[in-house]
């Protein structure tokens, strides 16, 4: 059971560049998220789906797209990258958006320069 | 609306003593609350959550949390640390009742245990 796998950890991006984050669970959860973390302000959200078919803004969604064909991905598009989209960039699952936890993957620490 | 606030960007304590991160929070209704840890270039683990029910909660590798609905607070404690305790810590929120989806998060504290 690998749980939610991110891919790629780490990734250079030149400012206007477009690129695709995949995200992957198999676990079978409805809820799905994107966040990115920035030293001193947590996890802020990016865009979240509460199922396929299904997605929705969430805290800090200007500058990507996300699309959720299939229960398992959950892709986040950086349309055309900026310096102020370098970050750590997590993306979790939970079986619903009540009481059950969230979880996480380990991450991809993106770099626009 | 919901946030959450943890005080103190850094805790520092002795191998062996006691140690407490504290939270609180706030909702427009009753708050489902979780506590996630984060070791170095990992993603978030949970540790334990509050649901309903009895204010202390236990959770994984000896940690727990008391739920102050007065205080609007769900401190992390435990009685003993371990050098290995140290990371990053996350407290973060979900409103059960206005049916808000999103988990919010506090700003993290980071704790370091000292040998």
């Known amino acids: 059971n690998a749980g939610v796998t991110q891919t790629p950890k780490f990734q250079v991006l030149k400012t206007g560049q477009s690129m695709t984050l995949q995200c992957a669970q198999d676990?079978?959860?409805?809820?799905m998220s994107w966040y990115r973390q920035d030293p001193g302000m947590g996890l802020r959200l990016i865009h979240y789906?509460?199922?396929?078919?299904?997605?929705d803004q969430g805290e800090v969604p200007n500058g990507y797209n996300v699309s959720r064909s299939t229960t398992e991905d959950f892709p986040l598009r950086l349309l055309s990258a900026a310096p102020s989209q370098t970050s750590v960039y997590f993306c979790?699952?939970?079986?619903?958006?009540?009481?059950?936890?969230?979880?996480f993957g380990q991450g991809t620490r993106l770099t626009v320069v | 609306a919901q946030s959450v606030a943890q005080p103190e960007d850094q805790v520092n304590v002795a191998e062996g003593n006691p140690l407490t991160v504290k939270c609180t929070y706030s909702?427009?209704?009753?708050?489902?609350l979780f506590w996630y840890v984060q070791y170095p270039n990992r993603g978030l683990q949970f540790l334990l959550k509050y649901i309903t029910g009895d204010n202390l909660v236990k959770g994984s590798y000896g940690f727990e949390a008391e739920f102050n609905k007065s205080q609007t607070s769900f401190h992390l404690k435990k009685p003993s640390a371990l050098v290995s305790d140290s990371a990053l810590y996350f407290c973060?929120?979900?409103?059960?009742?206005?049916?808000?989806?999103?988990?919010?998060f506090g700003t993290g504290t980071r704790l370091t245990v000292i040998p």
């Open positions: 789906s509460v199922g396929a078919g299904i997605t």
């Open positions: 973060a929120v979900r409103d059960r009742e206005t049916g808000a989806n999103n988990l919010f």
């Open positions: 979790a699952s939970s079986y619903n958006t009540g009481n059950t936890e969230a979880f």
């Open positions: 676990m079978n959860h409805e809820y």
């Open positions: 909702v427009s209704g009753n708050p489902y």
